[in-house]
């Protein structure tokens, strides 16, 4: 079972980036979904979280209305569009998978069993 998350870059801010999480190895379509991300120095904090169905989300409170996050589970992916892009906004961004079917949201990174590699996000200001 893998996870690659793609889409990173350098943008400046108020800019855009579209990650995405491709999946291999297991369907995730009864999956929970989730993107965290770590700065440097810092932990790794929840950014979304998406339930097995797609019909329930949660953001943290510093993105909410800038980034969206969706899935295409006929693609085995999910995405997060972040718009109106800060500079608080640099970190490695991880998408995440539960193992568990029909799994609700979680912010708890001890919820999601499989964990992409990483992409890098840097915002200029």
């Known amino acids: 079972v893998q996870l690659q998350a793609y889409g990173g870059g350098l943008v400046q801010a108020g800019g855009f980036l579209r990650l995405s999480c491709a999946a291999s190895?297991?369907?995730?379509?009864?999956?929970?979904m989730g993107w965290f991300r770590q700065a440097p120095g810092k932990e790794r904090e929840f950014v979304v979280g998406?339930?097995?169905?797609?019909?329930?989300?949660y953001y943290a409170d510093g993105v909410k209305g800038r980034f969206t996050i969706s899935r295409d589970n006929a693609k085995n992916t999910v995405y997060l569009q972040m718009n109106s892009l800060k500079p608080e906004d640099t970190a490695v961004y991880y998408c995440?998978?539960?193992?568990?079917?029909?799994?609700?949201?979680?912010?708890?990174?001890?919820?999601?069993?499989?964990w992409g590699q990483g992409t890098q996000v840097t915002v200029s200001s």
């Open positions: 190895g297991r369907t995730f379509s009864s999956s929970a």
């Open positions: 998406m339930n097995w169905s797609g019909g329930s989300t």
């Open positions: 995440a998978a539960g193992a568990r079917r029909y799994q609700s949201v979680s912010t708890n990174t001890r919820e999601y069993d499989y």
